[in-house]
């Protein structure tokens, strides 16, 4: 279940704070889609080419970005420093920089493609439990404690990693595994910053108390 949160007292801002926080979340909306159209291209045409699925699955997975973003819920509390919207930006930005190139593959395609499946049904999963809490730059949602959360902090963090691992994987590149490595760097440490945020909440304290990992069972 998620649990209830006070509303946030309303207090006014002034008209161009407000404008600037409208114009900031058009071009975060605006960017997210002008990328994930250029990782579809891409994809797309290595997919009619080759006729591997691997891509495809990523690119499922990063659609799911989109879609939730126009819907997310405002947040209660929203962390504003130049570290978060640059781990923000990062993490985003790079997995639509990935290439689909003409390499021979680490694993079958039969291999990458079931690794990448599991990322992207963890994703999937994970978001219709968040529902509208889903947001970008850490921030107070909301709590949720259901599903996959019941496991760990952050499981729709931990399918977009098996996702690259798989992608990467399939197409072995010096250009993605530097993407990956940087992006995936700043996904974790978005994730910290995200709990730094929720830390505050005393719901979350508590869920904290039941659910110690962050990404992997076991591990971290």
């Known amino acids: 279940m998620q649990p209830s949160q006070p509303e946030a007292p309303h207090v006014a801002l002034p ?13 975060a909306r605006a960017t997210i889609v002008s990328l994930f159209t250029l990782l579809s291209v891409n ?31 405002r947040a209660q509390a929203v962390d504003r420093s130049v570290a978060a919207a640059v781990l923000t930006a990062v993490s985003l930005i790079g997995p639509p920089l990935v290439r689909a190139a003409d390499v021979a593959p680490l694993a079958p395609d039969a291999a990458t493609v079931i690794l990448s499946a599991i990322g992207l049904g ?14 970008l730059v850490p921030a107070n949602r909301g709590v949720v404690v259901r599903g996959p959360y019941s496991m760990v902090r952050h499981p729709i963090y931990t399918g977009y990693l098996i996702t690259h691992i798989g992608f990467l994987m399939a197409q072995p590149t010096p250009w993605n595994a530097g993407v990956f490595v940087v992006a995936d760097v700043a996904l974790v440490l978005r994730a910290l910053m995200e709990e730094r945020i929720l830390s505050a909440d005393v719901d979350y304290q508590q869920y904290c108390r039941k659910v110690g990992w962050h990404l992997v069972p076991g591990v971290f």
């Open 15 to 27: 008209s161009r704070t407000v404008t600037r926080q409208l114009l900031a979340d058009l071009l």
């Open 43 to 73: 994809i797309l045409a290595n997919f009619l080419h080759t006729g591997q699925v691997t891509g495809l699955l990523l690119l499922a997975s990063e659609s799911l970005v989109v879609v939730m973003t126009v819907a997310r819920r």
């Open 122 to 135: 963890l994703v999937l999963v994970g978001k219709i439990a968040l529902g509208r809490s889903f947001g």
